[in-house]
């Protein structure tokens, strides 16, 4: 864009940006079953609008001028602290930047020279994210191939005397199920380690699936050990984008996480966040839309998300070709092909695209098959007859589709290729080589060859590949 010359009404903007958005995913109605979480009540989603944007031009950086924000944030932390075992809390702009104080406040705290984590292949990436930024390194722990949970004596067995943080998942996003936080945390106790808990996803649903009648084992700051939890206000707890809370167990541990600086001549800094200057409009949302649901709100969201969750790991049981892996507790459902191997996944995911349904693919890794990844929110039971029909279609589509076939050497050629040699332009005429135009405007790519080359890179290569593809796109 050139910047013009003369403004533009609030109506020709919001015209544009409607044309921009058009080739986006719905954020509304449950047929994208990734990164958007819809209570089906619009006047939910009304009440959180108004009140962030009643305190968008509100900053965070400093509570003295601005004491709304002092009390609000207290509000929404008690209210997570309530729900989970207590603690002294931070709201944050979402889950990486949660997990990235619980990390720096691990790290400060313990003083090592060379510190290192513990973490379990299935956790996060945002956990890879902190110690990259925080210069902690990781060391990674394998799950159970079965039930997908890590073991509390592997984790034991990788504490060194470098160990600053051990982490547990309430649940893994991969597959959804629950590590044994307890056990886990016990053994980090035992070693004098600190434990956080990754309910990032979890918090603010497995209590109310728990008052629903799901089994779900204890979790929370509660449990002997757990030292600090992040919980995302942004997933189940149906708030705009930009909420998140992490609590710790203890007031000391959490000035760890606090950063102030005097060492220049202008304000004097005191930040909780890693950003500085921030909208309160996030905070606003998130506090409208626990008051505006309230606890049979959200006990209400939890029963018709179990039944839906129920609904479809059942149903998905029942298409030929496919199986659900593990057993979740939560309602976060993963599914690969069955043993025949006849329905590539990836393939399936372009299908159900094409129809109108965004299922999330996940990679293979660590021993775990590529799969596709669905997150049943409180909208979907109203259309989860409607999921496990377009999944069965897609499903029966890619069987008779067949794998996707990569030219003969393809992944070869992509895992040996110099990236660094590569500038953007070739990497984008090379995307093209695959069917994959990046160009702006071009919509949609057929993902399932994408999907089976990144398969088939160890994830180094795969990460190289990924920024490229960032670089590119955004030109
Ligand atoms: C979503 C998620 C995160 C990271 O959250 P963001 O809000 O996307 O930064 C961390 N852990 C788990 C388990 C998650 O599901």
Redesign the pocket.
């Known amino acids: 864009m050139n910047l013009p010359v003369t403004g533009s009404t609030a109506e020709e903007l919001l015209a544009e940006v409607a044309r921009l958005k058009e080739h986006d995913l719905p954020v509304r109605g449950g047929q994208v079953t990734a990164y958007v979480y819809d209570t089906g009540r619009p006047e939910v989603h009304e009440a959180a609008t108004r009140a962030y944007v009643e305190m968008l031009e509100v900053n965070s950086l400093d509570p003295t001028a601005f004491p709304s924000v002092v009390e609000m944030e207290r509000q929404v932390v008690g209210a997570v602290a309530d729900l989970l075992g207590g603690g002294h809390g931070i709201f944050t702009s979402?889950?990486?930047?949660s997990?990235m104080l619980a990390v720096k406040a691990a790290r400060d705290l313990a003083g090592r020279e060379r510190p290192e984590m513990v973490v379990p292949v299935t956790a996060?990436p945002?956990f890879h994210k902190a110690a990259h930024y925080l210069g902690v390194s990781v060391r990674p722990v394998p799950v159970d191939l079965d039930t997908y949970r890590a073991r509390a004596a592997d984790v034991e067995a990788a504490i060194t005397a470098d160990a600053v943080l051990v982490v547990a998942?309430a649940?893994?996003?991969p597959q959804g199920v629950i590590d044994p936080v307890g056990e886990i945390a016990a053994v980090a106790a035992a070693a004098g380690v600190p434990c956080h808990v990754?309910a990032?996803?979890?918090g603010w649903l497995l209590p109310w699936l728990r008052e629903a009648g799901a089994g779900v084992p204890p979790f929370d700051l509660s449990v002997p050990g757990v030292t600090s939890l992040?919980c995302?206000l942004?997933?189940f707890g149906y708030a705009p984008k930009g909420a998140?809370v992490v609590l710790f167990a203890d007031p000391a541990m959490r000035r760890g996480a606090y950063f102030a600086s005097a060492a220049w001549p202008g304000y004097t800094v005191i930040n909780a966040t890693v950003q500085s200057s921030r909208s309160a409009g996030p905070l606003a949302g998130a506090w409208a839309t626990l008051r505006a649901l309230g606890r049979e709100g959200y006990l209400e969201l939890g029963r018709a998300t179990l039944e839906a969750a129920t609904a479809l790991r059942e149903g998905i049981a029942r298409v030929p070709g496919l199986r659900v892996l593990g057993e979740p507790e939560s309602s976060l459902v993963s599914f690969a092909a069955a043993d025949d191997g006849e329905v590539d996944v990836f393939v399936l995911a372009d299908e159900a695209r094409a129809r109108g349904w965004f299922l999330q693919p996940q990679l293979s890794y660590a021993g775990i098959p590529a799969n596709l990844h669905v997150t049943v929110t409180g909208v979907t039971r109203a259309g989860v007859d409607a999921m496990l029909k377009v999944i069965a279609e897609s499903a029966e589509a890619a069987r008779l589709r067949g794998p996707v076939a990569l030219p003969e050497g393809l992944v070869e050629l992509v895992a040996g290729l110099d990236l660094e040699a590569l500038d953007d332009p070739t990497f984008a005429e090379l995307a093209a080589s695959v069917g994959v135009d990046l160009r702006p405007g071009r919509g949609q790519p057929e993902m399932a060859v994408v999907n089976a080359v990144l398969d088939g890179l160890p994830a180094a290569q795969r990460e190289a590949v990924l920024v490229r593809f960032l670089s590119v796109l955004y030109g």
């Open positions: 979402g889950g990486t930047e997990i996060h945002a998942s649940p893994s996003y990754d990032c996803v979890g992040s995302d942004h997933k998140s």
